[in-house]
């Protein structure tokens, strides 16, 4: 009892007392407070009336690259691309009109050494005693790994959405293709009866020949359907994938026109493979084509083969571990879009006019029914690049190479 009296007579005879003590807990709420906002994972800011910084804890060196005094005067759009400033404005305004919070807006910002940073940005309004707005308390949060993360969810279930429907077309095409094949036989085989007995002066001759032509053009089409459809007959034997390319050279050369230049550059010990040389030498064939119509004004072509250990994830499926041969076909035309390079390899699409859109769709079937993987990178105005990857038979080794003019 005398204890209790003694502590109040002094805490009401001493204010001197009272006050350091006051400043003793008003100092290590702050330290307390401080050391928060210091070692939190997120960034903590406020900013003014205006939206200009005046506060910025030390996390922004770890998200943005900035000292803290580098940042204060800036607003955060000072800190993001144009395009993206004027998106979060349009967002963020009516909150700020409003005086209402802001929950989880994300952002992208510019690093100071240039790469992008997406934050998500979440803060509170506040008001002076008067009740007058004086601007948000805030934090962001780095949420890159987390946008990066669900981008590539996106990509690989667009890219099995794509497999998925490539098998369901297959299997289609695939019994359209017995059918058309069947009826094309008979087409074909009495055009040519007819043809061995109509004389070429008679006026039906003529006919004949087109109807002869339709069925072979169709017979053909059918062929790319079923190779599509990974249902052709292959022959496969070994092959070694320098000396099939460099005996292709001369045909090649021909087909892509004065105006390319085309060169082959074969790697060291890319070996051989077990495939159907018939059909590889139809898809080489086919990139040439592709690749001479992309460049009416003449361009580069190079073939290029060398050894790869590991194949990077394709349409979302990772291949088996191994060495593989790798035969990249590239040239420096017109590219394609984003739209167009995701649809290159789908049946009948061709941004050529008057092409029927199944070369590519063959290739893509022939690889794939070879044990391979084939992939394309191209962007407008960048030229396109195609790789395809076949297993190697390792027991064999193919020439060496170095880099030579094919043309």
């Given amino acids: 009892m005398t204890t209790d009296m003694n502590d109040r007579g002094i805490r009401e005879g001493d204010p001197q007392r009272g006050l350091a003590e006051a400043k003793a807990a008003l100092r290590e709420s702050e330290e307390r407070c401080r050391t928060l906002v210091e070692t939190v994972s997120d960034w903590v800011w406020e900013v003014d009336e205006n939206i200009v910084y005046t506060f910025v804890s030390p996390k922004v060196r770890d998200l943005l690259g900035y000292e803290p ?51 998500e940005t979440s803060g509170l309004p506040f008001f002076d005693a008067n009740g007058r707005f004086r601007g948000y308390r ?4 780095d949420i890159t790994a987390r946008k990066r993360a669900e981008e590539t969810i996106r990509r690989n279930a667009e890219r099995l959405r794509q497999v998925q429907k490539f098998e369901a077309i297959g299997r289609m095409a695939g019994g359209l293709a017995h059918h058309l094949n069947n009826m094309m036989t008979v087409v074909t085989g ?23 032509g339709a069925g072979e053009r169709a017979a053909e089409l059918t062929r790319q359907m079923l190779a599509f459809s990974q249902l052709q007959v292959l022959r496969p034997r070994e092959v070694d994938v320098n000396l099939f390319i460099s005996h292709l050279s001369t045909a090649v050369r021909d087909l892509a026109g004065r105006s390319v230049r085309f060169t082959f550059s ?29 460049m009416p004004g003449g361009g580069e072509l190079r073939v290029i083969t060398t050894t790869v250990e590991e194949v990077e994830p394709i349409e979302g499926v990772e291949p088996p571990r191994g060495r593989y041969a790798l035969l990249i076909v ?33 290739l893509y079937g022939f690889v794939k029914q070879s044990g391979g993987y084939i992939s394309v990178d191209s962007r407008p105005g960048d030229g396109t690049t195609f790789r ?10 193919g020439p060496g190479g170095g880099t030579h003019d094919a043309g």
């Fill in 69 to 119: 005094g580098e940042i204060l005067g800036k607003t955060p759009f000072d800190l993001m691309p144009p395009d993206e400033a004027l998106r979060v404005k349009e967002i963020f305004g009516p909150y700020a009109a409003r005086r209402e919070p802001i929950l989880a807006i994300e952002n992208t910002n510019l690093h100071r050494n240039g790469h992008r940073v997406v934050l």
């Fill in 330 to 362: 590239q040239d420096s035309g017109c590219g394609m879009d984003a739209e167009a390079r995701d649809r290159v390899f789908e049946p009948f699409f061709s941004l050529k006019s008057g092409g029927e859109g199944m070369e590519l769709p063959a």
């Fill in 190 to 212: 009495y055009s040519e009866l007819l043809l061995s007995r109509v004389p070429e002066s008679d006026p039906l001759h003529e006919g004949i020949v087109k109807i002869r």
């Fill in 266 to 294: 074969p790697g060291d010990d890319v070996g051989t493979i077990r495939i159907d040389p018939d059909p590889l030498r139809r898809a080489l064939t086919d990139l040439v084509a592709n690749a001479r119509d992309a």
């Fill in 388 to 397: 395809i990857y076949f297993p190697r038979i390792d027991r064999t080794t």
């Fill in 138 to 141: 805030g934090v962001d949060r």
